[in-house]
C-alpha cells in the first residue's frame, strides 16, 4: 500500500515539474517575443511616448538619456511637475532595456516584467516592501514615490540599505516624484542613482505638433470616431501657439473634446473654432488654492457637461464615450448637482 502511494506521489510530482516547465518554457518565449518586437520599433522609429516625440532640445536629450541607460539596469529616479507622463518614460526606460537584451542576444528573465505600484499617503511600509518582493529579479515602478509618509520613506530606505540575506530583493527601480524636496535625504539616496527630469510643455513648444498627430490618433481611438476622420491642417501650429502651463495630459484632452465635438456634429474633419478664444480649462488647470476633492469634482463636472453638450443632452450616447454605464452615468449626475442642458 504504501509503495503504491510513493508511485502515485511520484507521478502526480512529475506532472506537476513538467507543468511547470512547460511554463517556464512559455515565459520565456513571451518574453523573447515582447523583446524582439520593441527592438524592432526602435529600430524603425516606432516611438510610443509623446514625451520623446518632437525636435526639442530637451526632447532629443530624454531619448539620448533613454538609450543610455538601456544596456543597465541602475535605478532612475524620474522628476517632472504634474501631468507629465513620468510613467509613460518609465516604460519607456524598461522597454529600451529589453530591446538592448534582444539586440545583444542576452538571455531574458522569465520572471523580468514590469510592474507598478501607484504610491498613497496612507500606504504603509508592508505594501511597499510586498511589492518590492513580489517584483524580484524584474523592475518596479513607483509612481509618485513623493506621497509616501515620511516615516514609509525611511524605513523603505533602510530596507533598500540592507544586505540580500536580510531580505533586500533583487529588483530595478525606476521611481518618479513632482519634486525632490518631498523626498527623504535617505530615500533619495537610494532611488537617485541617475535622475531624468522632465521639462514642462511650455519649454517643449517645438514640440507640440508632431504631439498632436500622435495624440490625435489616440483621441480618434477613444472616442470611436470613424478611422477615416482627419483633422484640420492648421490645428497643430495652432494649439502651438497656445499658452500651455506643464500638463501634457491639458493638450491630450483639448484633442479628445474636438474629437467628441466632431462626432457629434458628423463631421468628417476636426476643427478647433473656439479652443484658441476659450481658455477658462488652462486657467482652471492652473489655479492650485483649491484642495484634491474640490478640484477633482469641479474637473468631473465639467468633464461630464462637455460629453452631455457633445452629446446633446442623450445620457447613453454620453455614457458609451466616456466608456461608463448609463445606470452609472446617471447616478454621478444625480449626485453631483449636474443640469442637462
Known sequence: MCAQAFRQFQAVSLTFQDVDALRAERDLREASLKGEATRLKV???DVSYPVAIGPSEASVALRKQIAALSDSRRRVLIIGPYGTPKADVAKAVYDAYIAEQAKTRKSISVVN???????????????????????????????????????????FAKFLGMPAKHGQCRVRLISSAHREEDMTPDLRARLDLETIALA?????????????EHMFVDARRKTRLWHNATMQSTMPVALSSLDWPANDMQLFNAIERLCIVAKANGASIVRMPEIAEKRRPLEAAQNIDLDLVT????????????????NGGNISKAALTIDMTRPALTRKIHAMGIRQK
Open 43 to 45: 529600430a524603425l522609429g
Open 295 to 310: 478640484a477633482r469634482n469641479a474637473f468631473e463636472i465639467a468633464f461630464i457637461e462637455a460629453h452631455l453638450l457633445a
Open 200 to 212: 514642462p510643455l511650455n519649454e517643449r513648444r517645438a514640440d507640440i505638433p508632431a504631439m498632436v
Open 113 to 155: 516584467r514590469f510592474q507598478t505600484l501607484v504610491c498613497r499617503s496612507d500606504m504603509a511600509f508592508t505594501d511597499v516592501r510586498n511589492a518590492c518582493i513580489a517584483a524580484a529579479d524584474g523592475t518596479l515602478y513607483l509612481h509618485h514615490v513623493d506621497m509616501l509618509a515620511p516615516e514609509i520613506q525611511n524605513a
